[in-house]
């Protein structure tokens, strides 16, 4: 499977799982590519079978100055057709845990892209939490591919 991986990332948080997720479906056989935010484009999903996005959430429940470019080109970009997912790291202690992970799913749904696993959210947790949930998350995304695919 020919995966993008985009993310943006302020204290390392959603990098780090980036790389987790990038690293457990390479090592599933996937061929993937790993972009920052600000330098991918959204035209450039078109290209791929699979698209996961990752945002940590600013403010109360904003998406981060980073990933607004990207965001805005979404709009208007058709991912009928492709499959995706979301991730991100967020702050329990605001109102709206980990928002932008809820905005860019419902986006990339808008834009015809079909959600195979529900979007991760992680807070604040130690480093094997993360690689453990980071592991489930490419499980389901890997699993649901299977049923798309006999579907």
Known sequence: MNTIIVYCSMTGNTEQMAELIAAELTRLGDCVEVKDGIDAYADELIAYD???IGSYTWGDGELPDEMLGFYE????????GKIGA?????DSSYDYFARAVDVLEETLKNRGC??????????????????TKCRTFCENIT?????????
């Open 50 to 52: 699979r698209i996961l």
């Open 73 to 80: 080109e979404l709009q208007d970009t058709d991912l009928t």
């Open 86 to 90: 979301v991730f991100g790291a967020g």
């Open 114 to 131: 079909e959600i195979i696993t529900n979007g991760l959210k992680v807070d604040k947790e130690f480093e094997e939490q993360v690689t």
């Open 143 to 151: 699993n649901a591919q299977v049923k798309v695919k006999t579907a």
